[in-house]
């Protein structure tokens, strides 16, 4: 960033008044893609409607083919090195818009799309020509699958789904849960341990590309309380490999550094969906009467509000000093953790006290803030648990 | 803190030369200060002349003051490096006696104090030999400082000042006082003067104030009495009824530069603490390797990472010159009261040995209260939090 080589110090000249220059992160130029966002929304408004995405069959690949079309995901993404930064602060542009659109739902897999299956596959050589190019356009898209039922949810290392050679091809056997896109996924991204070293040299975890329709692989949307369509339980009986994307011992290697910016993805969208219940529920404190006045002239629904706008503020700030490090190419995992622990804990806050200020409306589905309460429990789990995050911090 | 995370917190914010004066800070402190700490404490008073003197023979003193008014000229970040450093001290009456000083007395007289305001009082105060201090409260007005009856008549030259002031930090080090003042005419937010007072002139009466809970050697001098005490022209700070304005808008950068000391003092605790846990062992196993131990302690870190950005976000803000009003607010709310559980934590994890008063952990815990209450109450800051948002509270 050119503000930060050009910062004045005490190195400045003696009597110099040092110029006002900002080494806040970002500083890169993103109006024309806000716009861009606010026209998409604006013709997609049936597309975006809430109730839509209330339903057990939400439009995942509508939305994405829609997405697609208009650009949103190429204008996130980096030609090459030297448009990392740029491309970093589209995406925070792009999922701070989605948070605010039809109660933040459609931004989740569109969040999965963009910045888990597609942006691991392209840090994978062995990933098949043309798959990122068709996913950037939103014609196709991909499903990570790790989490595993029985036990293996963050500790990774105690996989039972497998990968084993059956003649000239190999197979997975297993199943994996709380994948989210998979119902609407062309493809799979399947972490199976390698118990023969048949993907490669060694054993150990294997990441497997695997073809959603392929025999073998039985795919249904689970009865999730967040979340709601969008996550699936995929069944895996010898189900053929299409690609060995990272051999036996490297898959968890590969996944570790993804998550690094996925998490701090996530801890962005996790702020923002908290952001817009706070904004949404302070609005709403002006409409809303109890005992002859509006309920924000109660201080102490003011001060309640102002601590969430706040705590708004500082996780804001977080995200964006994690956004910055991943696009200076150096986020430790322990300040990835810190800010999806920080943005969950506040999600959490948010959304709990923005549906009490709103009393029975906030109780009612297709609230902004109930909506945000139970999708902010499954982010609390998703791509690193709390408690997880709470180790890494701990490791430093 | 870890060490990653403060130097991951930091990335980006400082410049190579801020980095230089946090090193050479640091081995000052270290040296010339921190030793004689728990004395001082124990004492209850620091030689604060001493310890402004060497900072102002170093030349760290008001750095970010213009050259033509005695500073360096440099930006806002050379003072969150030292209030920082400040943060590292066992003892927060070192930090905030330094910090009144230099970061809540001193830019009023930089940014809006005359010719001879700058020479008598500004100049001398860099060089640590004039010691200032900040007479604000009084008995009927804390927070709301709009409430001062202290009360500036204009007569030939100057005013008469007459009222009595409290809890003045560092008051009975102090040569001189900025003190706020109301007009006869006074209506908020004018009719106000912002004066500097020398405690040698006549008719002012400083007087120590009752035991505290912490800041036991700040020199907190419960009453600075004014009588009739004449003040030229020349020492008001900002123009003849701006003085609440003036005043204002100094709280703003004031608290975020301070939440960044606050901030410093967390995390120095919680390291500390992570130390000592290391060490300490019940039952068989050290209690820093528990689960809970380390899970309690991992949140805490996470908030203070936090909190540091959003005080850097704040400081970029004032520095680049927008609007930090909201986040001043934000900054100072957030590192109070996450300085003041940062505290109550790790004293509780020091066990029975926290309990003494001279264990640094029991300082930390007294002197970290005042966090909340001094310099704009949590209150005040949810009050300013609402009205920036547009929360009318009529």
């Not at chain 2, 022209?233 to 009824?241: A, P, V």
């Amino acid at each position: 960033m050119t503000e930060l080589s050009t910062a004045p110090g005490l190195s400045t000249a003696p009597g110099a008044p040092a110029p006002p220059v900002s080494r806040a992160p970002g500083g890169i130029p993103t109006e024309v893609f806000r716009k861009q966002l606010a026209e998409f929304s604006a013709a997609r408004g049936e597309l975006l409607a809430a109730d839509r995405w209330e339903s057990q069959d939400p439009p995942v690949r509508e939305l994405l083919g829609a997405a697609g079309a208009a650009g949103l995901f190429r204008a996130a993404w980096a030609v090459d090195e030297a448009d990392r930064p740029r491309a970093l602060w589209h995406a925070v542009e792009l999922h701070t818009a989605f948070a605010r659109l039809g109660n933040g739902a459609p931004g989740a897999p569109l969040l999965t799309h963009l910045d888990v299956a597609t942006r691991l596959l392209a840090t994978l050589p062995a990933a098949p020509a043309g798959l990122v190019e068709r996913a950037l356009d939103g014609r196709t898209t991909a499903a990570l699958a790790v989490t595993e039922p029985g036990g293996a949810g963050s500790d990774l290392a105690s996989l039972t789904t497998a990968v084993r050679r059956d003649k000239d091809t190999l197979t997975v056997t297993g199943e994996k849960w709380f994948i989210s896109n998979a119902p609407y996924a062309d493809h799979l991204l399947v972490l199976a341990d390698d118990p023969e070293a048949v993907t490669g040299s060694r054993t150990g975890p294997a990441l497997l590309l695997l073809e959603a329709t392929a025999p073998g692989v039985a795919r249904e949307t689970l009865d999730t309380s967040g979340h709601t369509g969008l996550t699936g339980r995929i069944r895996l009986d010898a189900a053929p490999v299409h690609t060995v994307l990272a051999p036996g011992g490297h898959g968890l290697l590969r996944l570790m550094r993804h998550w690094i910016h996925e998490r701090v993805m996530v801890a962005v969208r996790m702020t923002e969906l908290a952001s817009a219940v706070v904004d949404h529920a302070a609005e709403a404190a002006h409409h809303r009467r109890t005992f002859g006045s509006a309920l924000i002239a109660n201080q102490q629904v003011r001060f309640r509000l102002a601590d969430l706008s706040a705590q708004v503020l500082e996780t804001r700030a977080a995200v964006h000093h994690g956004i910055r490090l991943l696009a200076e190419g150096g986020c430790p995992m322990a300040y990835a953790a810190v800010c999806k622990y920080r943005a969950a804990e506040l999600l959490r806050t948010a959304a709990d006290e923005a549906l009490q200020l709103s009393g029975a409306d906030g109780y009612r589905t297709g609230h902004p803030a109930q909506r945000a309460l139970r999708d902010g429990l499954g982010l609390a789990l998703a791509g690193g648990t709390d408690e997880l995050m709470l180790l890494q911090i701990d490791r430093g | 803190m870890t060490a990653t995370l403060t130097t991951t917190a930091r990335a980006g914010w400082f410049t190579e030369a801020e980095d230089r004066l946090r090193e050479e800070l640091t081995e000052h402190f270290a040296r010339q200060v921190e030793p004689h700490i728990p004395a001082w404490e124990s004492a209850g008073e620091i030689p604060l002349r001493d310890i402004l003197t060497a900072l102002g023979e170093r030349g760290m003193l008001g750095l970010r003051f213009p050259v033509e008014r005695g500073g360096a000229g440099h930006s806002a970040w050379s003072h969150v490096v030292l209030a920082e450093c400040l943060g590292e001290l066992s003892s927060d009456s070192v930090g905030m006696s330094v910090t009144v000083h230099n970061d809540m007395v001193a830019p009023m007289i930089a940014e809006a104090g005359g010719p001879e305001a700058v020479e008598r009082h500004l100049r001398p105060a860099l060089t640590g030999r004039h010691l200032l201090a900040h007479a604000v409260s009084e008995p009927g007005a804390g927070s709301d400082v709009a409430a001062v009856a202290t009360t500036a008549v204009p007569v030939d030259g100057g005013y008469r000042v007459s009222g009595t002031k409290q809890w003045v930090i560092a008051g009975m080090y102090a040569d001189a006082y900025a003190v706020l003042a109301r007009l006869p005419e006074a209506k908020p937010p004018f009719g106000y003067v912002l004066l500097m007072v020398p405690r040698s002139a006549e008719g002012v009466t400083v007087g120590p104030a009752d035991p505290t809970l912490g800041m036991r050697a700040a020199g907190v001098a419960g009453s600075v009495r004014l009588d009739e005490v004449f003040v030229p022209q020349s020492d008001r700070l900002g123009g003849h009824g701006l003085g609440l304005v003036t005043q204002l808008r100094q709280f703003e950068p004031e608290r975020i530069v301070s939440a960044c000391r606050a901030l410093a003092i967390a995390a120095r605790l919680l390291r500390d603490t992570r130390a000592r846990l290391a060490e300490r062992s019940t039952f068989g196993e050290s209690v820093g390797s528990r689960q809970e131990i380390v899970f309690r302690l991992a949140r805490l870190e996470a908030d203070i990472a936090a909190a540091r950005q959003l005080a850097y976000t704040g400081i970029d803000r004032w520095v680049a010159g927008g609007d930090h009003r909201t986040v001043s607010a934000a900054v100072k709310l957030r590192s109070s009261r996450l300085t003041r559980r940062v505290a109550r934590e790790c004293l509780h994890l020091y066990g029975a040995q926290g309990q003494l008063t001279e264990e640094g952990v029991n300082r930390a815990f007294r002197d970290a209260r005042l966090f909340s209450i001094s310099t704009g109450s949590d209150e005040m800051m949810l009050t300013a939090l609402a009205r920036l948002n547009g929360w009318a509270d009529d």
